[in-house]
């Protein structure tokens, strides 16, 4: 390895490692699952370029009959525990069946596929490492392009990531093969692997971001304006429009949920307006967490919370996050009172649900059935319904027919 190039992959290992900091530093200041995968993720690719670029065996006298075994596996382990984690990070298991599947038997081929490699003639296993990986690769770029065009917000970051992991994975591939490389070309691919990286992290950091205030909203909801914190009813409609436009091409089914709050009256006289609005604060909150932070939440008027699911993998998910929109909604809310006093406030609530089918139906259609299920689900035991696709009559969700799940698990759908 010569100093030219040492310098190159030092500088991106340097790009990679202060990621990597950042990360952890945030993760101190906000400890959560998916910072821990965020902080693991930029270690896994720290190591994986430590590996291939050559710098691991100059710092250190390595076994060699280990080297080579451990470029082998490095890209499609590296690459197999990136989908796993990207999988959550698109709420693939709710939002697609075909993308949560794909992910998912990548994450664990992968590796498995490595191991295989290291049955090749030994001028083999690399190059067939290197196909693994990127053919590993191609498919998250593929799929997150597909949580584009399915409306997910972060999707396009990712798919920049992506794509500059290719030439990222080629190229280390190439330097640990001893390929003919220039530095000028290693100095690009260098380039590469450390702005996929920070592409990549960058699209993480803010999906964790958007978590940790969707929890910090109903942690101190009087810090919030219900008026400027949530959508609006006319911003809900535009997206509504879009989702409709979107769905032309994907012919995906979807969602409307609707939650109306009855008897706001009893809550003022309870706990004055201020914690009347600290209340509306934490019922899009508590909804935010059912449906997933990559669907949108918001007030459509003064005691109607809507929100828009794009995609669901079949009628029968509906069934399962109705319910626990409800029952995450009837659990006493504490807040502010007139008087200063922390109180507990019970809601009265209706949950309506529409299963959107077609592209085809009116905007203004949608929201007014799923305003009209959520008032006649405030009669019901469950506080949800939805519209019996058989009979055509509104009847609590646990009770309407919806079909059989399609290869899901109540459990993949996103609660608190």
């Given at each position: 390895?010569?100093?030219?190039?040492?310098?190159?992959?030092?500088?991106?290992?340097?790009?990679?490692?202060?990621?990597?900091?950042?990360?952890?530093?945030?993760?101190?200041?906000?400890?959560?699952?998916?910072?821990?995968?965020?902080?693991?993720?930029?270690?896994?690719?720290?190591?994986?370029v430590l590996v291939e670029c050559g710098i691991a065996q100059q710092v250190t006298v390595?076994?060699?009959?280990?080297?080579?075994?451990?470029?082998?596996?490095?890209?499609?382990?590296?690459?197999?525990?990136?989908?796993?984690?990207?999988?959550?990070?698109?709420?693939?298991?709710?939002?697609?069946?075909?993308?949560?599947?794909?992910?998912?038997?990548?994450?664990?081929?992968?590796?498995?596929?490595?191991?295989?490699?290291?049955?090749?003639?030994?001028?083999?296993?690399?190059?067939?490492?290197?196909?693994?990986?990127?053919?590993?690769?191609?498919?998250?770029?593929?799929?997150?392009?597909?949580?584009?065009?399915?409306?997910?917000?972060?999707?396009?970051?990712?798919?920049?990531?992506?794509?500059?992991?290719?030439?990222?994975?080629?190229?280390?591939?190439?330097?640990?093969?001893?390929?003919?490389?220039?530095?000028?070309?290693?100095?690009?691919?260098?380039?590469?692997?450390?702005?996929?990286?920070?592409?990549?992290?960058?699209?993480?950091?803010?999906?964790?971001?958007?978590?940790?205030?969707?929890?910090?909203?109903?942690?101190?909801?009087?810090?919030?304006?219900?008026?400027?914190?949530?959508?609006?009813?006319?911003?809900?409609?535009?997206?509504?429009?879009?989702?409709?436009?979107?769905?032309?091409?994907?012919?995906?089914?979807?969602?409307?949920?609707?939650?109306?709050?009855?008897?706001?009256?009893?809550?003022?006289?309870?706990?004055?307006?201020?914690?009347?609005?600290?209340?509306?604060?934490?019922?899009?909150?508590?909804?935010?967490?059912?449906?997933?932070?990559?669907?949108?939440?918001?007030?459509?008027?003064?005691?109607?919370?809507?929100?828009?699911?794009?995609?669901?993998?079949?009628?029968?998910?509906?069934?399962?996050?109705?319910?626990?929109?409800?029952?995450?909604?009837?659990?006493?809310?504490?807040?502010?009172?007139?008087?200063?006093?922390?109180?507990?406030?019970?809601?009265?609530?209706?949950?309506?649900?529409?299963?959107?089918?077609?592209?085809?139906?009116?905007?203004?259609?949608?929201?007014?059935?799923?305003?009209?299920?959520?008032?006649?689900?405030?009669?019901?035991?469950?506080?949800?319904?939805?519209m019996d696709p058989h009979s055509g009559e509104v009847v609590p969700v646990e009770q309407?027919?919806?079909?059989?799940?399609?290869?899901?698990?109540?459990?993949?759908?996103?609660?608190?």
């Amino acid at each position: 390895m010569s100093a030219q190039e040492l310098i190159i992959w030092s500088m991106a290992l340097g790009a990679i490692a202060a990621v990597s900091i950042a990360r952890f530093a945030d993760l101190l200041a906000r400890p959560s699952l998916s910072q821990v995968q965020g902080v693991a993720y930029h270690l896994v690719v720290l190591l994986f370029v430590l590996v291939e670029c050559g710098i691991a065996q100059q710092v250190t006298v390595p076994n060699p009959r280990l080297v080579v075994p451990a470029q082998v596996l490095a890209g499609p382990v590296c690459v197999g525990l990136s989908n796993f984690w990207i999988r959550g990070w698109l709420s693939a298991a709710q939002r697609d069946r075909l993308m949560s599947g794909v992910l998912r038997a990548s994450a664990l081929l992968l590796p498995l596929v490595g191991l295989a490699c290291l049955a090749l003639p030994e001028d083999e296993q690399l190059p067939a490492a290197a196909a693994a990986s990127l053919v590993g690769a191609v498919v998250t770029l593929w799929l997150t392009s597909r949580a584009w065009l399915l409306g997910d917000r972060l999707a396009p970051v990712m798919a920049v990531g992506c794509a500059l992991t290719l030439p990222a994975i080629a190229g280390l591939y190439a330097v640990a093969m001893n390929l003919p490389i220039g530095d000028g070309v290693q100095a690009l691919l260098a380039l590469c692997t450390a702005l996929c990286n920070g592409f990549t992290g960058f699209a993480l950091w803010q999906r964790d971001r958007h978590e940790w205030k969707n929890w910090r909203k109903d942690a101190g909801a009087s810090e919030f304006d219900p008026v400027t914190k949530l959508y609006s009813g006319i911003t809900l409609v535009q997206k509504l429009i879009k989702a409709q436009r979107r769905r032309r091409h994907s012919r995906r089914e979807g969602a409307v949920v609707a939650v109306v709050v009855f008897d706001v009256e009893r809550i003022a006289r309870q706990v004055g307006n201020a914690g009347v609005n600290e209340v509306f604060i934490a019922v899009a909150t508590r909804i935010q967490r059912q449906v997933g932070v990559v669907n949108p939440v918001g007030r459509y008027w003064d005691r109607c919370f809507v929100s828009l699911v794009e995609t669901i993998h079949s009628p029968a998910w509906l069934r399962t996050l109705g319910l626990r929109v409800a029952t995450s909604l009837r659990r006493p809310i504490t807040v502010t009172g007139a008087e200063g006093r922390r109180a507990d406030v019970q809601l009265d609530i209706g949950v309506g649900v529409v299963h959107i089918e077609s592209s085809q139906d009116a905007v203004e259609d949608i929201l007014h059935d799923a305003q009209r299920l959520a008032e006649a689900a405030r009669g019901m035991r469950s506080r949800a319904a939805i519209m019996d696709p058989h009979s055509g009559e509104v009847v609590p969700v646990e009770q309407a027919n919806l079909g059989p799940r399609r290869h899901g698990h109540p459990g993949l759908v996103p609660h608190a």
